[in-house]
């Protein structure tokens, strides 16, 4: 009876004004059996989810890289604006540039790359690569095994029909073919492993890296920020490079020409102690200048390639490290009694809202369905 008469005061009422508190509160104390019902379903839901939640340990490492030189007035624009938190964008000639760090970190080849990283977990119980860690190391959520059910099923209704549709897991990896297995794992380290966040006003970088064990993610993070850095300086040392490499051959090749003209010209020397003949001194004075030609471009090409060798080094860029990799001591993921007390709060609030806000939508209903009767 106290329900109807309660249901029968705010039916077509606005659900707040003056006296809105006292009659929610009242309204909420008569539905408090349904409120405790959807609690204990919200707390059981909560349970079951976070016995499927796994404990995991992040670590970051923060870089400053440092920046192609920008000259004019784009440059001083782009200093002053990044001052403001505004970023004009990348005024500089390179193509990769620190907003483009995470696309880089999640791209196949480098991840692949990281797989022969070596690591050991914190009670040096297993030390194996990182791909074998995560392949056969790492637990897995209940929550996976579904998914992994409905995968297995699709491929074998696909192989049914179709000889041999995927690859067959190998001991090597190819960035270009993966297997389903190797994909899979791929995937892990691109979705929930590895990440990279760039802050467009100051530039500085920061890596995280997600694993079950805390040593692991520590030697995780610092091998990305390793191989982030080696890719950065190939790219940006990648013509110096292609210039020193050319002069040191041209180096080569001139210092056996010259080898070779001294040897001709010391045999003829020495064939030659006593000469009286014109044209014996002409032919050791030609050798002569034929020599000291190539020494000359013998020598030349010597200062390119140093010079080249020093644009090497210029083009290097250095990258100062904030914050370095460090084991974390507390885990990242959140805890179990967290996850459940959410779960029952969640239903709880979804309840009592359901009941606060019903008779509204009932009368709305009845409005739309009869529009000539008056509430």
């Not at 006296?19 to 909420?28: E, G, R, V, Y």
């Not at 059910?149 to 190998?170: A, C, D, L």
């Not at 929930?192 to 993610?217: E, H, R």
Request: hydrophobic fraction near 40%; proline fraction near 4%.
């Amino acid at each position: 009876m106290a329900e109807n008469e309660i249901d029968k005061k705010t039916e077509g009422k606005p659900i707040l004004n003056q006296d809105s508190l006292i009659m929610l509160a009242h309204k909420l104390y008569v539905h408090r059996k349904t409120l405790y019902k959807s609690a204990i379903i919200g707390a059981v839901l909560g349970v079951i989810f976070a016995l499927g939640t796994l404990k995991t340990w992040t670590s970051t490492v923060v870089l400053a890289p440092e920046m192609a030189s920008e000259a004019g007035l784009s440059g001083k624009m782009g200093s002053l604006a990044s001052l403001a938190g505004i970023n004009l964008g990348a005024s500089s000639t390179d193509a990769i540039y620190p907003e483009l760090y995470p696309q880089m970190i999640e791209s196949t080849p480098f991840v692949v790359g990281l797989f022969d990283v070596q690591v050991t977990t914190l009670d040096s119980t297993v030390q194996t690569n990182l791909y074998d860690y995560i392949e056969n190391v790492q637990k897995k959520s209940w929550s996976e095994y579904p998914i992994q059910w409905v995968q297995s099923g699709v491929r074998s209704i696909v192989s049914m029909f179709v000889t041999n549709p995927f690859k067959q897991s190998s001991d090597k990896i190819d960035p270009f073919y993966l297997s389903l297995d190797q994909e899979k794992v791929v995937s892990k380290v691109q979705t929930s492993m590895v990440s990279a966040f760039v802050n467009k006003s100051d530039q500085l970088i920061t890596l995280s890296a997600t694993t079950q064990d805390p040593l692991v993610s520590a030697t995780l993070v610092d091998s990305v920020r390793e191989r982030l850095q080696q890719e950065i300086i190939a790219y940006r040392t990648k013509k110096a490079r292609h210039d020193m490499e050319y002069y040191q051959g041209l180096v080569e090749e001139s210092r056996q020409e010259y080898k070779k003209l001294e040897q001709k010209y010391a045999r003829y020397t020495d064939e030659h102690q006593n000469p009286f003949l014109t044209t014996i001194k002409a032919e050791r004075d030609d050798l002569e200048n034929q020599m000291q030609t190539a020494y000359n471009v013998y020598s030349q090409m010597v200062q390119q390639y140093e010079a080249s060798k020093a644009k090497v080094q210029e083009a290097t860029p250095s990258f100062t490290i904030i914050q370095p990799a460090s084991i974390s001591t507390k885990p990242s993921s959140t805890p179990k009694i967290v996850v459940a007390l959410g779960w029952t709060f969640l239903f709880v609030f979804v309840t009592a809202l359901w009941i606060l806000v019903r008779d509204t939508l009932r009368s709305w209903v009845r409005r739309i369905k009869n529009p000539q009767q008056t509430c």
